[in-house]
Every structure is written in C-alpha cells, then in structure tokens.
C-alpha cells in the first residue's frame, strides 16, 4: 500500500494565483481529511468528507478556499485567488471508521 | 481552540532515559490518539486508545488514559536517538463525529 499520496510536495505561488492541492487516500478508507500545519496555529482541520460526502467545512478559513471529492479515490483543495497568509504544510489524511489516520507528506504552499 | 493540550511544550533527554509527555483534553472522547512527526514530514499513528481502556502498549511505547481527568501520558521507554520528533495527541470526541482534534504537540530531542 503506498499511503495517502498529496501533490505537488511542494508549490510556490505568487498572490491572487489559483493552486491546486491534489491527494489519493488509501483505498477502502472511507473517510478524507485536509489539515492545514502553521507554526502559529499549529493543526487546524479545514475539512472531511465521509463516503465522499463533505460533512463539515466550518474549517475552511473563507470562500477563497474549497474542496472537492468527486469519488473515493481523489479529492482537491482548491484556494483562489491564493494569499500570502495561506502558506502553510497543508496535510490530506484518510481512516476506515474510527482507526487511526493515515496522512500523506503534506503540500508546502508558498504564496510570494 | 484546540481539543488537547499537551506537556510539555519542549522535552530534552539523553539516549537510554524514558520520555514521558502528557495531554489533556477537554470533552468526552470517543479515543485518543498518538502521532509522531519528524521535521519535514507527514504525522505518522503511533498508537490508539479508546475511552474504555485504560492502558495500553505498543513495543516501547506505553499509553494510559484517565478520563475522570480527562487526561492521557505517552511513556516511550529507552529513548533512541532516532525517537527525536514531534508528538502529538488527537481526540476523537463523541460531539464531533469522526475527525481527530489536535494539540500543539511536544517536541521531543534524544541526545546521544
């Protein structure tokens, strides 16, 4: 099993830039998560979906910031347009019912 | 705000000593999670216990779970060098359905 798989590991954007962050969780998990990692506010869920289904996104920092999970191996967070306050390690994770959670390398974002 | 906290914020030991790090938490849970971060890298799951067990180990690593106070301890035995990383606590609370809730994390150095 190869894990939680996130692209690119690491982006640098310039301000008001579409990015795009890609992540494959571990198959036959069924549940995906997006945290994002700062030194200031350290592990912050932004969003998760269960059976692809967004269930809570009270996380997602404004409307600048939105996920998808079109089916259960692929999911995308999407921030536009970016801002430098959004550079971060931004982390996908996946877990099966209430185990523990398998997270991938993480995106470091850096908005210039 | 974060679900738990843990003590202390920065533990320096030698090789061959025990560490010892501690959470707290502030709502009922569900279980309670251990995770290691090395610099650079994913969280990697170390080791779960539910709130019905009270103790539980893993090789060197060794969980208690209080929930009368609401509070757990990571006891990692005969510490290695390699054992230097972030290590946080994650709560799987009742009221929040399936995502882990993190702390601020301890941040453990083995000299060696």
């Known amino acids: 099993d190869a894990g939680v798989i996130q692209s690119p590991r690491h982006e640098v954007t310039e301000m008001g830039q579409e990015v795009t962050l890609r992540c494959k969780p571990i198959?036959?998990?069924?549940?995906l998560f997006w945290y994002r990692q700062t030194m200031m506010r350290g592990l912050e869920l932004l969003i998760y979906?269960?059976?692809?289904?967004?269930?809570?996104d009270s996380g997602m920092p404004e409307d600048r910031f939105s996920a998808k999970m079109p089916n259960a191996s692929f999911s995308t967070l999407k921030i536009q347009p970016s801002e430098p306050r959004d550079s971060a390690v931004y982390f996908c994770?996946?877990?099966f019912g209430t185990g523990g959670f398998s997270f991938g390398s993480g995106t470091r974002l850096t908005v210039v | 705000s974060q679900q738990g906290e843990e003590d202390p914020q920065a533990l320096s030991i030698q090789e061959g000593e025990n560490a010892t790090m501690n959470c707290s938490y502030k709502?009922?849970?569900?279980?309670l999670q251990w995770y290691r971060q090395n610099s650079g890298r994913g969280l990697v799951h170390l080791i779960l216990?539910?709130?019905?067990?009270r103790e539980k180990h893993s090789g060197r690593l060794r969980v208690t779970l209080d929930t009368s106070k609401k509070s757990s301890s990571l006891l990692i035995t005969a510490s290695r060098a390699a054992d230097t990383a972030s290590y946080f606590c994650?709560?799987?609370?009742?009221?929040?359905?399936?995502?882990?809730?993190f702390g601020e994390g301890t941040q453990l150095t083995v000299n060696p």
């Open positions: 994770a996946s877990s």
């Open positions: 198959s036959g998990h069924n549940s």
């Open positions: 979906f269960n059976n692809n289904v967004p269930i809570d």
């Open positions: 709502t009922s849970i569900n279980n």
């Open positions: 216990i539910r709130s019905n067990e």
């Open positions: 994650a709560t799987d609370a009742w009221t929040s359905g399936s995502r882990l809730t």
